[in-house]
């Protein structure tokens, strides 16, 4: 390892360590009162609100055509301002249109097709349609504040409006009802406001008026970033659709996303916002020579790292569920168990779409992503009815080590040692998790520490390297 590479790897650690504190400081806050609102809230309530949110969450960024990503990347390419809002302007009306066509299809869906609508949409109806369009606009005000390198001044303002929703929405929960409706009409009319605040704040960057004419390679880009994002964002509300379709219980609904809220919270805070940093070092010149280093490096500590999160709730799921929910969700705790373990492979996969990016490759990932999401949609129609909730907890976990191991074994053609281990992680955290099954789960994070030092997937010099990067004096830019 050259003095050079580890230099490298302290100022991407400091850097980033920076940009996940201020997000996480009001997503801990945001998540901590979270909590509090499925403890008010029956399994049933919590079921349709959970239903409602994650379609909502699926459609707008839909109907916002993967311009997050496009402004994000493009917006800092141009050093004219003007040029900057223009582009901003005409991704605003291309998606003002994007919206217009959902609208007529909606409407005209609750015209003719009412069967087919599940309950809780038809409860809230047309305010659903405004919200899914406030939060495909809000999409697009998130990468122009990233292109523009304002990370920090969105983290707040997004941040803040979350923590007001969240904290007004337990208030109202406890004077009025503890029916789903009152989360509903409280977010839909603080994301009115944030946009509607947006609009003010940014009026001088916006220009209605402006052609449609987008340079072709950022209409390309755009275009698989929006066949990108229907795969995953399909993939990961799926489940609870298919939850509330196929066993007509809402509850069900209720029970899985109690059970997979902590990790997909941890995930949330601590690993997807690692994808942003590491685009722009994989990306950057000074840097760019390195990036397979770093990468197997730091894809294998972050495997580990949250491997061992991982089993710290597996071990202590039914505390956790008993303590954060209450015993009316006791049927989330297998739930938790085997949803905790997908940690392990969102840490190991955090740098490896940034790096597949920054190669000019964004099609491979979408591509493996569709494999991994049609067979966790066939064998959700399989398990189901069988296992209720915690089917879609399975799946998910299979269908991770699928996506992963397409990953690992394409950039290890890069000559990067990423299949190899990612194949050892894999096998590790499968015996660890049966062993805790079939013996004692308390048992599972000190099996799993002897199997990674006696195979050595993690070497003694690997954790001195990390210490090295963490007490490394080096002065960020």
């Not at 349709?48 to 055509?65: A, D, F, H, N, R």
């Not at 009412?114 to 047309?126: A, D, L, Y």
């Not at 939060?135 to 990370?151: P, T």
Request: net charge positive; glycine share 4%.
């Amino acid at each position: 390892m050259h003095n050079n590479d580890s230099t490298n790897y302290s100022k991407i650690f400091y850097s980033t360590s920076k940009y996940l504190v201020l997000k996480n400081i009001f997503m801990v806050i945001t998540g901590i009162l979270s909590i509090f609102i499925v403890r008010l809230l029956t399994p049933v309530e919590y079921g349709k609100w959970s239903l409602v949110w994650q379609l909502i969450g699926t459609v707008g960024p839909m109907i916002s055509l993967g311009f997050l990503t496009t402004l994000s990347k493009f917006i800092p390419e141009y050093p004219d301002i003007q040029r900057k809002k223009l582009l901003f302007s005409q991704s605003i009306s291309i998606v003002l249109i994007s919206f217009s066509v959902f609208a007529f299809f909606y409407i005209l869906g609750n015209s003719l097709f009412p069967k087919f609508i599940p309950q809780e949409i038809k409860v809230v109806k047309f305010p659903f349609m405004f919200f899914v369009g406030c939060v495909a606009l809000i999409n697009l005000f998130e990468g122009y504040y990233r292109g523009l390198g304002k990370f920090n001044q969105w983290s707040v303002i997004d941040g803040s409006r979350s923590i007001i929703s969240a904290g007004l929405s337990i208030l109202f929960i406890l004077i009025l009802s503890n029916r789903f409706e009152i989360l509903f009409y409280t977010y839909f009319s603080l994301i009115f406001l944030f946009l509607l605040f947006l609009f003010i704040s940014l009026r001088d960057h916006i220009n209605f008026n402006s052609d449609l004419k987008i340079e072709k390679k950022i209409i390309n880009f755009s275009l698989i970033m929006f066949s990108g994002q229907i795969v995953f964002l399909l993939g990961t509300s799926i489940d609870s659709v298919l939850l509330r379709a196929l066993l007509k219980d809402p509850s069900q609904v209720g029970y899985y996303n109690a059970g997979i809220r902590i990790p997909k919270l941890l995930e949330a805070m601590l690993i997807s916002p690692l994808s942003v940093p590491f685009l722009y070092y994989f990306s950057h010149y000074n840097i760019s020579h390195s990036r397979e280093t770093i990468l197997e490096f730091g894809s294998k500590m972050l495997g580990i790292i949250f491997g061992f999160l991982a089993l710290f709730l597996f071990s202590f799921a039914d505390k956790i569920v008993l303590i954060v929910f209450g015993k009316m969700y006791q049927e989330s705790i297998i739930i938790l168990r085997i949803y905790s373990i997908n940690l392990l492979f969102w840490g190991y996969q955090a740098l490896l779409l940034p790096y597949f990016y920054s190669i000019n490759k964004p099609l491979s990932p979408v591509i493996f992503l569709s494999i991994s999401y049609i067979l966790f949609f066939i064998l959700n129609l399989i398990l189901i009815p069988k296992l209720k909730s915690t089917a879609p907890a399975i799946t998910t976990l299979i269908m991770l080590i699928i996506y992963n191991s397409l990953l690992s074994s394409t950039i290890s053609n890069q000559k990067v040692k990423c299949f190899r281990n990612f194949t050892f992680l894999t096998v590790s955290i499968l015996i660890v998790t049966i062993s805790g099954f079939y013996f004692s789960f308390y048992i599972s994070i000190p099996i799993f520490f002897i199997i990674i030092l006696t195979t050595q997937i993690l070497k003694f010099s690997d954790i001195e390297l990390f210490k090295k990067i963490i007490k490394k004096d080096t002065q960020i830019s």
